[in-house]
């Protein structure tokens, strides 16, 4: 008896066992069919068998694709969300790039703006004082801050120099927008100026100017 065939002799078995677990008493076990009738049926549970042994049995290669099939989806999936990443990085890495150029672009124009306010104060010292101004004025800047419990402006460092003022008060403002109770914080931009005048001893003295613009 081959493997083929043992293995139709042993479903067939089960089917007729099958038949005797449904209907009970009534039908007759695999011992008990004897004689020609019972001869075939036993063939006829044979033929059924044969004919269920392949459906139920998978092949090898089968089983290996089945079993590959997963696998490859999880590898596809695992590739495409390696190439959504990689999309992502390239997108930020432009954007970095384009980040730079703008700061490039931004630089070089605090540059130029720094040296177009050296040039006119270049000029401005260059032009001869007026018959009555001692020497020229001199300013200074400063980034004030609103004290609410006194009421009053509390002014901070002093600046010579109006191009490191204003980047304080940007640098400031961006970083410390509030109070710790989260409260904004009040600033002003202000110039200081002090000015030397030449007046005459016998005239009525004018009356001095504030000294602070904000």
């Known amino acids: 008896m081959t493997d083929q065939t043992a293995a139709i002799e042993v479903w067939a078995r089960m089917l007729c066992a099958a038949d005797v677990h449904v209907h009970g008493e009534d ?7 004897v004689g020609e009738t019972g001869s075939q049926i036993r063939d006829d549970y044979r033929k059924a068998a044969a004919w269920l042994l392949p459906k139920m ?6 089983r290996l694709a089945r079993a590959e099939r997963p696998r490859a989806e999880l590898r596809a999936e695992s590739k495409r969300r390696g190439k959504v990443k990689l999309e992502y990085a390239e997108r930020i890495r432009q954007l970095e790039n384009q980040l730079d150029e703008v ?4 630089g070089a124009e605090i540059l130029r703006s720094g040296q177009a306010e050296a ?3 270049r000029m401005a010292d260059e032009t001869p004082p ?22 009053e402006w509390v002014p901070g460092q002093r600046f010579t120099d109006r191009s490191e003022a204003a980047e304080r008060y940007l640098t400031v403002s961006e970083h410390y927008p509030t109070w710790e109770d989260g409260s904004p914080v009040q600033r002003r931009f202000v110039r200081e100026t002090t000015s030397y005048t030449v007046e005459d001893p016998g005239t009525e003295a004018v009356p001095a100017q504030p000294g602070k613009e904000a």
Request: aromatic share 8%; glycine share 2%.
């Open 103 to 106: 700061r490039t672009q931004l």
């Open 57 to 62: 049995t998978v092949d090898p290669d089968v």
């Open 130 to 151: 007026a018959e009555t101004e001692a020497q020229p004025p001199h300013h200074r800047w400063y980034v004030e801050t609103r004290d609410g419990v006194a009421d």
């Open 27 to 33: 039908h007759p076990n695999w011992q008990h069919l």
């Open 119 to 121: 040039e006119l104060r």
